[in-house]
């Protein structure tokens, strides 16, 4: 029995999760399944190293469980016959970390996507406090030239590797590749990294194979968000393309929070070493047994309709907003993620995701590209479906969240912005949104969490 106190967070959280619309991209819900494995007894076992080469006894079960998690992963990603997969990364940024550790030195340079545009803290993150910016850092920041990094080193991995970052094209905000190329040439990177967290588009990975190999360089097809999408063939694969793809496991993908490298078995042996003994101790045997059970349940004609719904319910929900008359960045979506552009709307990012979220519909604020605002009080807020889909919601209920969206934005769009405190007060007692709140309470009746 859980202690009374847990117990009542518990409680809450699940009510929580119960009656509001979670349209964060990069959460999911698991199934039972894969929360008894999470919280199964494997969670007790240490097993530092791999299977056949542990540090302590009894892990022939752990064995076992491990090697049957990396024939999950080759068979659910189709992994060509010289490829492998570790599956001990305890999170998407340490696996990337792992990547970098495994085939970098100190010093080396790194070519990834710009933060702001879309990109993730683990392809390296450094800038210049406003206060600090010379009037040049304020044009090139800007501009669509290429971003070398600031004073203040933010990720680890802009301490230690000497990062580039390129931008998404001003006028579209899609990658442009001719750009990137060019970049590439003129910096000889030692590794060009794909994928992002706020990027709405496909990614051209053959493309980007083209441009590494012209200049010597490694590629990383970074798709944690897109994991799942890409395991049933409704994105396209960077696997046997790119020379290493990493992806959480806890996002389109249905699993427990975690992560896997899968690369040609040359660099999986370095990134092996790389892990343990290299950045691990110990892996999360639990974790690794839910990943198992979700990869099972990715394998199966049930989960593909899934990933092709979240898709198609991305997509009409982008299109009826675009009708409602939102500015979507790149305009609209080819995956499970929209970011709305709020610029004409006059609403910070921070005061629409805090709307929303009174509504019961959670969403977070986000930078759009060429941002010219705080990141703590951005232009855009991104909305995914990967959530609303596992609980069954589709095209019609899209209809009606894009309308219940446009309601609130409305509303809070009516009231003074200058105290983010008096703002909150008022979005709490409004009439509007309380309204909103019943319809959403209605939908999430209709389509409950199955605990
Ligand atoms: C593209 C990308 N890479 C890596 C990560 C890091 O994952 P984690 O939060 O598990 O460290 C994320 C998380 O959102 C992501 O979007």
């Not at 518990?10 to 999911?28: H, K, V």
Request: with cysteine; glycine share 8%.
């Amino acid at each position: 029995m859980l202690n009374p106190v847990l117990q009542k967070i518990l409680d809450a959280e699940t009510s929580r999760q119960q009656n509001t619309l979670d349209l964060i991209a990069s959460e999911n819900f698991t199934s039972a399944a894969v929360r008894e494995a999470v919280g199964s007894v494997f969670m007790h076992k240490y097993s530092e190293g791999y299977p056949g080469a542990r540090y302590y006894e009894g892990n022939e079960n752990i064995d076992e469980l491990e090697n049957l998690c990396i024939e999950m992963v080759t068979k659910v990603f189709n992994l060509p016959s010289n490829w492998s997969a570790n599956v001990q990364p305890l999170a998407g940024s340490n696996a990337n970390l792992a990547v970098y550790n495994a085939i970098l030195n100190p010093g080396d340079k790194i070519l990834s996507m710009y933060l702001p545009d879309g990109g993730h803290l683990s392809h390296g993150w450094s800038y210049t406090p406003t206060k600090d910016r010379s009037d040049k850092d304020i044009q090139d920041l800007a501009s669509d030239k290429p971003y070398y990094g600031g004073s203040t080193k933010i990720s680890i991995v802009s301490k230690i590797f000497n990062v580039v970052q390129y931008k998404v094209a001003k006028d579209t905000s899609i990658l442009d590749y001719s750009a990137i190329e060019q970049l590439a040439m003129q910096e000889k990177p030692k590794l060009i990294i794909t994928g992002g967290t706020a990027y709405p588009r496909e990614i051209d990975y053959k493309k980007m194979r083209e441009i590494a190999d012209k200049v010597g360089a490694y590629y990383l097809a970074d798709i944690a968000h897109e994991a799942g999408l890409i395991a049933v063939g409704v994105l396209n694969s960077p696997i046997g393309i790119a020379d290493v793809v990493t992806f959480t496991t806890h996002k389109t993908l249905r699993g427990p929070k975690g992560a896997v490298i899968a690369a040609k078995e040359e660099i999986i042996k370095l990134i092996n070493k790389s892990i343990m003994p290299g950045l691990q101790g110990g892996p999360h045997n639990g974790t690794i047994a839910g990943i198992t059970q979700a990869l099972f349940e990715a394998d199966t004609p049930e989960f593909k309709e899934y990933a092709a719904q979240v898709v198609e319910n991305a997509k009409t929900l982008a299109g009826k907003l675009s009708e409602l008359g939102y500015s979507l960045v790149s305009g609209g979506t080819d995956k499970h993620l929209i970011l709305i552009d709020l610029t004409a709307k006059n609403l910070g990012g921070k005061f629409a995701s805090y709307a929303l979220n009174s509504a019961g519909i959670v969403t977070n604020k986000s930078t759009i590209p060429y941002e010219s605002q705080s990141p703590v009080n951005p232009s855009g807020i991104r909305l995914g479906t990967p959530l609303i889909t596992t609980r069954g919601l589709k095209e019609a209920e899209m209809i009606k969240l894009a309308n219940l969206i446009d309601s609130v934005i409305k509303e809070a769009a009516t009231l003074p912005l200058d105290d983010f405190e008096f703002f909150k007060q008022q979005i709490d007692s409004s009439q509007a949104i309380k309204e909103v709140k019943e319809k959403v309470q209605q939908l999430c009746s209709q389509f409950p969490f199955k605990v």
